[in-house]
């Protein structure tokens, strides 16, 4: 490592303003280390749209692969204990709270998923609770699939984030 290199490393904001890039434009995780380890939570939402047939089927239990939404509740806690070891410059956090909502929503029809998680770290969970959103909306086609292809994810996005340096953030 350069000395260059060595001192961009210890800025988390690098010579050409971007915090995952060094100064040769190559891709970085971030050094944390001198930040405080604060309280964060992060809560990410989407929606999972689907034929009044196929809503019908998994609100009376009666889908082919079981209990869709037991399992997509189970995966999306699974995925945000994952996000590390998926987005490359994430980094593995102690997650104290995963709690995974799936809502019937029957004028969509369909669902809405809602992840909340929350850490004492020095950095933040949002790509944790977007990575639970993603992989229960996944695991509610996989489980429904039989039943209907043209199953739509949508509109997976931040809700809010609090703690750390630049605060809170509310949609």
Do not use: W
Request: with cysteine; net charge neutral; proline share 5%.
């Amino acid at each position: 490592m350069t000395q260059d290199n060595f001192q961009n490393s210890l800025n988390p904001l690098s010579e050409n303003g971007l915090t995952h890039l060094d100064n040769r434009g190559e891709a970085q995780m971030v050094d944390v280390s001198a930040k405080a380890s604060t309280v964060r939570q992060a809560v990410a939402a989407g929606k999972v749209r689907m034929k009044q047939e196929t809503f019908a089927a998994i609100q009376s239990g009666n889908a082919p692969k079981g209990d869709v939404l037991a399992t997509a509740r189970l995966a999306g806690i699974m995925a945000a204990k994952q996000t590390a070891n998926l987005i490359p410059l994430c980094h593995p956090l102690p997650l104290q709270k995963i709690n995974v909502q799936i809502t019937p929503l029957p004028e969509l029809p369909g669902y809405e998923i809602q992840a909340t998680v929350k850490t004492k770290a020095e950095t933040g969970v949002e790509m944790e609770a977007l990575t639970a959103v993603s992989v229960a909306a996944l695991t509610l086609y996989d489980m429904a699939k039989a039943l209907e292809k043209s199953i739509q994810i949508e509109a997976i996005h931040l809700v809010s984030k609090s703690g750390g340096k630049s605060g809170d953030y509310l949609v």
